[in-house]
Every structure is written in C-alpha cells, then in structure tokens.
C-alpha cells in the first residue's frame, strides 16, 4: 500500500491508516487530555505521515512509525499548551464574575455498577496522569495500545531494556498510587451497603 500510495494512489493512503485510527487517537487522548485536542493531534499525526512517507525507511512497523509521529505531536501540542495562561476557576475574573462548572447529572440515574467502574477508571486515570511522561509513555503503549517492546523501543527512541526498566518503574509507582485509594473506595462500598 505505501508503494501504491508514494506512486500516487493517494486513496490508498485512507486504506492504510484505518487499522490505526482508534489506536492513535487514543494514545493521543491519554497525553493531551482533551478529546477535541486529540481529534487535532491525530489529524495533524495522519498528515504528517501522508507528507513525509517517502521518509518511511521499514525498519520498523509503519503503526510503529505513526505512532512515534503522534507522541511527538501531542508533546510539542503540550510544550505549547504549557506556556498559555489559564484562568483560575476559584478566582473572580477581572471583571468580577465567576466562572461555573456545568451542573452534574443526577447520580440516581447511573447504576451503581456503571458508577463503580467510572469511579475505578477515574482513579486509574488520575494515576496514568500522575506519571512523568517518561513512565506514563511506556506504560500507554505497552499496557494499553499492547505494543510489543521492540515496537515501543523504535517508537520511543530507546533501549528495549530502558522499556523494560520504565515499564516496571510505572507499574509500580501505579499500584503504590492506587493501592490505598482503592482499599478506601471499597471500604466507602462496604459502609454503603451495610
């Protein structure tokens, strides 16, 4: 398909990157954390594959490649994000008005099983986030997008041992995060149901 696409058969490129749209877009979403931001940095990743594809050398996978090409986004879209001002939602505006959160939806609606999970996720999440990007890299793409060791080596430009070392590290750092908020959240459950 690449060759088919670098002669010109540029409707082959859309047959290409399917098998991997989901993938980048969530790997673009656990860094950036935004989905309208990831729906961004997942465009521009595609584009920047379709522009420098006669670069593509097949030393590695090309889910490999693109997938190198979309941390490398979302980091520079991070870089960027982190030099602009935020507004404090606590801190009257200069204006003198407050912002408002959205109202919440009632939580009677919500299972509680539904809620659970949301909660348990919610907590993974927080911790994933925690991570320096070093760690929560690795981790994302070895537990999460399930990619090899040598595929997240090439895509991450390091030693198949520094994944291995970074992977470990992450987990654990994760299970040191979670262990106690999770034994507080069942015994929360347990008081609830008594």
Request: charged share 30%; net charge positive.
């Amino acid at each position: 398909m690449i060759s088919a696409v670098l002669a010109g058969d540029t409707e082959q490129y859309y047959a290409l990157i399917r098998p991997y749209e989901r993938a980048v877009y969530r790997i673009a979403l656990s860094f950036v954390k935004n989905e309208s931001e990831a729906e961004d940095v997942a465009q521009e990743a595609f584009l920047k594959a379709f522009r420098d594809l006669a670069s593509f050398r097949g030393a590695s996978r090309f889910s490999t490649w693109l997938i190198s090409i979309t941390l490398n986004e979302a980091r520079r879209r991070l870089r960027r994000q982190s030099s602009l001002h935020m507004e404090s939602l606590d801190e009257p505006r200069e204006d003198g008005t407050r912002i408002s959160p959205a109202l919440l939806r009632d939580w009677r609606e919500i299972p509680s099983e539904a809620l659970e999970r949301r909660e348990v996720r919610a907590l993974l999440e927080e911790a994933i986030d925690r991570l320096s990007p070093i760690y929560r890299e690795v981790l994302v793409l070895r537990d999460i997008e399930e990619m090899s060791i040598e595929e997240t080596s090439v895509a991450l430009s390091i030693s198949p041992s520094s994944v291995k070392v970074r992977l470990h590290r992450a987990r654990m750092m994760l299970q040191k995060g979670l262990a106690p908020k999770l034994k507080a959240a069942t015994s929360r459950k347990r008081r609830w149901f008594q």
